[in-house]
T-cell receptor
Framework: GDSVTQTEGQVALSEEDFLTIHCNYSASGYPALFWYVQYPGEGPQFLFRASRDKEKGSSRGFEATYDKGTTSFHLRKASVQESDSAVYYCALGDPSNNRIFFGDGTQLVVKP | GGIITQTPKFLIGQEGQKLTLKCQQNFNHDTMYWYRQDSGKGLRLIYYSITENDLQKGDLSEGYDASREKKSSFSLTVTSAQKNEMAVFLC?????????????FGPGTRLTVL
């Protein structure tokens, strides 16, 4: 079945550090890939999506490139800020049934 | 724009109690979802509804019932609360008819069972 694996449970960085959160997926078809961000006390918010191989999604300085060959959609940001501290979810959209499958999430902590 | 409202924000129940959570959206979206969020385990789908009066089971439907009374509302019932259970229940909706549509989430209902 469809699934998403996020390698890091927690990432701790200092401001202006480079961020990478790894995401790999498993799907039988050709899924859409998403990143969501969740701040304390709120529901997850859509960050961006990509729906075909080599497509880059981006928003708020975050970006990820759909790689069908390595089944990956890693999140990157060149210079993180304290306000980026949140939980980040990689997700896979199955177009056949309106479902989205979420990874376990990665807690990002950015120290000033 | 629109908003998803979930009530109550906090819910405290007793073991064995039947508990109902409510969700309202004014996006005019056809599809609505209920997820359970446990610490460190991401979001797991309980039920979803493609349109009014439709119900589809997710991966975690055992122990829950759902009801889509009208397009704008979607309720979830915990049929028998489990002692020491703690989780956040998230409601979401998505744009109708789009294969790769993102989901919009409410702020959640935090459940504690004593």
């Amino acid at each position: 079945g469809d699934s998403v694996t996020q390698t890091e449970g927690q990432v701790a960085l200092s401001e202006e550090d480079f961020l990478t959160i790894h995401c790999n997926y498993s799907a039988s078809g050709y899924p859409a890939l998403f990143w969501y961000v969740q701040y304390p006390g709120e529901g997850p918010q859509f960050l961006f999506r990509a729906s075909r191989d080599k497509e880059k999604g981006s928003s708020r300085g975050f970006e990820a490139t759909y790689d069908k060959g390595t089944t990956s959609f890693h999140l990157r940001k060149a210079s993180v800020q304290e306000s980026d501290s949140a939980v980040y979810y990689c997700a896979l959209g199955d177009p056949s049934n309106n479902r989205i499958f979420f990874g376990d999430g990665t807690q990002l902590v950015v120290k000033p | 724009g629109g908003i998803i409202t979930q009530t109550p924000k906090f819910l405290i129940g007793q073991e064995g109690q039947k508990l109902t959570l409510k969700c309202q959206q004014n996006f005019n979206h056809d599809t609505m979802y209920w997820y359970r969020q446990d610490s460190g385990k991401g979001l797991r789908l309980i039920y979803y509804s493609i349109t009014e009066n439709d119900l589809q089971k997710g991966d975690l439907s055992e122990g829950y019932d759902a009801s889509r009374e009208k397009k704008s509302s979607f309720s979830l019932t915990v049929t028998s609360a489990q002692k020491n259970e703690m989780a956040v229940f998230l409601c979401a909706s998505s744009i109708p008819g789009q294969d790769y549509a993102e989901q919009f989430f409410g702020p959640g209902t935090r459940l504690t069972v004593l």
